[in-house]
């Protein structure tokens, strides 16, 4: 009996590690980056159709998708798991909202592994929001017309939608009970300190989303114009082929599989190359085929690292474990160039246009004196300025004061849960030194979009007042800590720093430390 019991666990043992040796050579780099131009082309063909309407990727997987895109957002699919519903004022998306208000809609890019049509971003998340800001809209307007207060069930209105749209797929069920959390996530964003004032003014129709993937069918002679619909559009664009499988495709010069998703997950496939170093390398990338490309791409993240090395920014060498399959693959040799269109590459656009693809902008917050932004840019700042460099290597650039620049060697939280709550004192000490002189401070780390947010979150609420003037931690020595007020300042930053994506425990250190003690005592922690 024992020995049966064993042959099978045994024979399970080998199924699994045939399918893992299986996933692992369908899985290679040229597979995921060929997958993800085919699937940029059907993303091009549908934005091509509204194209006044503005492209935007959700963050991360959905950057992939395009060389063109306006903006970014960040909508996670975990908020959108059955049983796990959730409106999360950390990822508001707000400039989404006023984007779209001033466009008429937008068009928002992602894909998913797992077979289905849409990711559960797409599928519930996004509806879920539309809904509540649509809500938070329509009660801030009754109020401004002296409607009162309460449910928007017991008001009346002929003309702003404020009801929950979801696909076809999800079930009746789920729809009534994401229903009954409606009011109390509402009632969430209007204590968030959110600017709803000004969403009511950018919407004059309410959001809805729009679902297309591979099996839409549009008849483009039937196009409807979406400025002639009673709503404003988000149309969720699912950017790979709904098929659960490997599918294995061959043209003149190579043999290669698709993956659906393979923008996902790129930290286990992409060896260092980012979205915006494959589009300017995107013609010689997928013409290099299956043996090439590994290391054509090294080349390219080699060479990328020099010259962010050269100009002080952040430029850690990439290490990567040679593939047992790199040299199995059943290519066909390359007997002409293949012809591809490659869509503009990032090259000539402005700041507002690409700030948050690239991380290339530094974001003042309203009159604060303070700015966030990604380590690489700290070059470029007025020696006036004071900079706080958190984590990374130091930048060799020198201020002409040596008390206006401070580097911190922070680290994710992921690596040590108390990297960032040790070295808040000193960033707390830095801060209020330079903002008693009256000098800008630009807080930085690696990507402008978790460490340093963070940071800046602990100064705003330290050594701020809620209306954003500095007050030497005044307000702060007299006010008791809450989540529900560090939400409030984080709200503030991310209307201003639109690529915000602060980690939940950069937050619980920040939180932890913030109700621990006063701004006065900062250094004796």
């Given at each position: 009996?024992?020995?049966?019991?064993?042959?099978?666990?045994?024979?399970?043992?080998?199924?699994?590690?045939?399918?893992?040796?299986?996933?692992?050579?369908?899985?290679?780099?040229?597979?995921?980056?060929?997958?993800?131009?085919?699937?940029?082309?059907?993303?091009?063909?549908?934005?091509?159709?509204?194209?006044?309407?503005?492209?935007?990727?959700?963050?991360?997987?959905?950057?992939?998708?395009?060389?063109?895109?306006?903006?970014?957002?960040?909508?996670?699919?975990?908020?959108?798991?059955?049983?796990?519903?959730?409106?999360?004022?950390?990822?508001?998306?707000?400039?989404?909202?006023?984007?779209?208000?001033?466009?008429?809609?937008?068009?928002?890019?992602?894909?998913?592994?797992?077979?289905?049509?849409?990711?559960?971003?797409?599928?519930?998340?996004?509806?879920?929001?539309?809904?509540?800001?649509?809500?938070?809209?329509?009660?801030?307007?009754?109020?401004?017309?002296?409607?009162?207060?309460?449910?928007?069930q017991d008001r009346v209105s002929s003309d702003w939608d404020w009801s929950l749209h979801l696909p076809l797929w999800v079930s009746e069920t789920e729809k009534l009970l994401i229903e009954d959390r409606l009011e109390g996530w509402t009632a969430e964003l209007e204590a968030s300190g959110a600017d709803i004032a000004s969403l009511a003014l950018s919407l004059e129709k309410p959001l809805r989303p729009l679902w297309i993937s591979h099996k839409t069918v549009i008849w483009l002679n039937e196009v409807p114009e979406y400025d002639s619909w009673d709503f404003?559009?988000?149309?969720?664009?699912?950017?790979?082929?709904?098929?659960?499988?490997?599918?294995?495709?061959?043209?003149?010069?190579?043999?290669?599989?698709?993956?659906?998703?393979?923008?996902?997950?790129?930290?286990?496939?992409?060896?260092?190359?980012?979205?915006?170093?494959?589009?300017?390398?995107?013609?010689?990338?997928?013409?290099?085929?299956?043996?090439?490309?590994?290391?054509?791409?090294?080349?390219?993240?080699?060479?990328?690292?020099?010259?962010?090395?050269?100009?002080?920014?952040?430029?850690?060498?990439?290490?990567?474990r040679p593939s047992k399959f790199s040299r199995t693959l059943d290519d066909l040799p390359i007997k002409q160039p293949m012809e591809l269109e490659v869509p503009n590459l990032h090259e000539n656009k402005d700041s507002s246009s690409s700030s948050t693809l690239d991380n290339s902008t530094i974001f003042?917050?309203?009159?604060?004196?303070?700015?966030?932004?990604?380590?690489?840019?700290?070059?470029?700042?007025?020696?006036?300025?004071?900079?706080?460099?958190?984590?990374?290597?130091?930048?060799?650039?020198?201020?002409?004061?040596?008390?206006?620049?401070?580097?911190?060697?922070?680290?994710?939280?992921?690596?040590?849960?108390?990297?960032?709550?040790?070295?808040?004192?000193?960033?707390?000490?830095?801060?209020?030194?330079?903002?008693?002189?009256?000098?800008?401070?630009?807080?930085?780390?690696?990507?402008?979009?978790?460490?340093?947010?963070?940071?800046?979150?602990?100064?705003?609420?330290?050594?701020?007042?809620?209306?954003?003037?500095?007050?030497?931690?005044?307000?702060?020595?007299?006010?008791?800590?809450?989540?529900?007020?560090?939400?409030?300042?984080?709200?503030?930053?991310?209307?201003?720093?639109?690529?915000?994506?602060?980690?939940?425990?950069?937050?619980?250190?920040?939180?932890?430390?913030?109700?621990?003690?006063?701004?006065?005592?900062?250094?004796?922690?």
């Open positions: 009996m024992e020995s049966a019991a064993l042959d099978l666990d045994m024979e399970r043992l080998s199924i699994y590690k045939a399918a893992r040796t299986i996933k692992r050579r369908d899985n290679t780099l040229y597979n995921a980056l060929r997958s993800i131009y085919e699937d940029s082309i059907f993303v091009g063909e549908i934005s091509q159709i509204w194209p006044e309407l503005p492209l935007l990727a959700n963050l991360r997987c959905g950057l992939w998708y395009s060389s063109n895109f306006q903006s970014t957002c960040y909508f996670k699919s975990t908020d959108g798991h059955t049983n796990n519903w959730s409106f999360n004022t950390s990822r508001l998306n707000l400039h989404v909202a006023l984007l779209s208000g001033q466009k008429g809609g937008c068009m928002i890019v992602d894909s998913t592994r797992k077979g289905k049509r849409f990711p559960d971003s797409m599928s519930k998340t996004i509806p879920i929001w539309t809904c509540v800001l649509n809500r938070a809209i329509f009660n801030y307007r009754n109020r401004s017309v002296g409607g009162g207060s309460g449910s928007p404003t559009p988000i149309m969720l664009v699912s950017a790979s082929s709904p098929s659960g499988a490997y599918q294995q495709k061959t043209t003149s010069e190579f043999s290669w599989n698709y993956i659906p998703g393979a923008g996902d997950d790129e930290e286990s496939w992409a060896r260092g190359l980012s979205p915006n170093l494959f589009w300017k390398h995107a013609y010689d990338l997928i013409n290099s085929g299956p043996n090439l490309c590994n290391q054509k791409v090294a080349d390219i993240v080699e060479k990328d690292r020099v010259y962010r090395a050269q100009r002080g920014g952040n430029a850690s060498q990439i290490s990567v003042w917050l309203d009159l604060t004196n303070v700015a966030v932004g990604a380590t690489r840019l700290a070059m470029e700042i007025s020696c006036s300025d004071s900079l706080l460099s958190c984590g990374g290597e130091s930048l060799s650039r020198c201020l002409e004061n040596a008390e206006a620049y401070l580097h911190l060697q922070i680290v994710s939280s992921k690596f040590d849960r108390f990297s960032l709550f040790r070295n808040l004192p000193y960033a707390l000490d830095f801060a209020r030194l330079n903002l008693r002189q009256g000098k800008r401070l630009i807080i930085c780390c690696n990507d402008g979009q978790d460490i340093s947010i963070c940071v800046c979150l602990a100064i705003l609420v330290s050594l701020f007042n809620d209306k954003g003037q500095f007050d030497d931690g005044k307000s702060f020595s007299e006010t008791h800590m809450t989540k529900s007020e560090l939400r409030r300042r984080l709200v503030f930053i991310c209307k201003f720093a639109v690529n915000a994506r602060p980690s939940r425990g950069n937050l619980k250190q920040v939180f932890n430390y913030l109700s621990g003690g006063s701004a006065g005592n900062a250094s004796s922690k």
